[in-house]
T-cell receptor, first 114, second 113 residues
Framework: DQQVKQNSPSLSVQEGRISILNCDYTNSMFDYFLWYKKYPAEGPTFLISISSIKDKNEDGRFTVFLNKSAKHLSLHIVPSQPGDSAVYFCAASGGQGGSEKLVFGKGTKLTVNP | KAGVTQTPRYLIKTRGQQVTLSCSPISGHRSVSWYQQTPGQGLQFLFEYFSETQRNKGNFPGRFSGRQFSNSRSEMNVSTLELGDSALYLC????????????FGPGTRLTVT
């Protein structure tokens, strides 16, 4: 039972354009969502997060949008840069009666072409 | 402040053997979680330790076990290795289980032949 889904395994965009990465979840108990970025041979690094009481959080070029009714969140990167090429994981917490366990999606590989 | 460190970085084992991986969290962090990453499966939660006690456990067989020491360092052990255990094993730390943001180490790449 995959509670966090990233349906696009890969995404390719041109440098300077917008990258939109999507994530869907099924557990309505989730109350906190995070995005992590992972380069090869490195551990994931925290990028940005959002609480379920908000619908948008912005940090520089990165913005996360949360649509609770649709159980959907997205990460926007504007403008995209070649250094953003990495695998992006969506994660959620708060399911199963408030469990602090993080549940991750399978990741989306973003390639930003110069 | 030093990040999360994991040793060894790479490991090759034979089926049936056992392996122990080590993780040192960020100084001051008392919660340590372990994840398995395999191609196409993303990060799958193994277990979390806080104050030397296991707080959460994922859906892995009993061959996977862990422990945490009084200095918050953690080890995970996999016994009777199978080919399917080949994966990147990631350790993550946070101040306490109530903190959502986890900080990951570089991982240990385990290959089982």
């Amino acid at each position: 039972d995959q509670q966090v889904k990233q349906n696009s395994p890969s995404l390719s965009v041109q440098e300077g354009r917008i990258s939109i990465l999507n994530c869907d979840y099924t557990n309505s108990m989730f109350d906190y969502f995070l995005w992590y970025k992972k380069y090869p041979a490195e551990g994931p690094t925290f990028l940005i997060s959002i609480s379920s009481i908000k619908d948008k959080n912005e940090d520089g070029r990165f913005t996360v949008f949360l649509n609770k009714s649709a159980k959907h969140l997205s990460l926007h990167i504007v403008p995209s840069q070649p250094g953003d090429s990495a695998v992006y994981f969506c994660a959620a917490s708060g399911g199963q009666g408030g469990s602090e366990k993080l549940v991750f999606g399978k990741g989306t590989k973003l390639t930003v072409n110069p | 402040k030093a990040g999360v460190t994991q040793t060894p970085r790479y490991l090759i084992k034979t089926r049936g053997q056992q392996v122990t991986l080590s993780c040192s969290p960020i100084s001051g962090h008392r919660s340590v979680s372990w994840y398995q990453q395999t191609p196409g499966q993303g990060l799958q939660f193994l277990f979390e330790y806080f104050s030397e006690t296991q707080r959460n456990k994922g859906n892995f067989p009993g061959r996977f076990s862990g422990r945490q020491f009084s200095n918050s360092r953690s080890e995970m052990n996999v016994s009777t290795l199978e080919l399917g255990d080949s994966a990147l094993y990631l350790c993550a730390s946070r101040l306490n289980p109530g903190g959502y943001e986890q900080y990951f180490g570089p991982g240990t790449r385990l290959t089982v032949t």
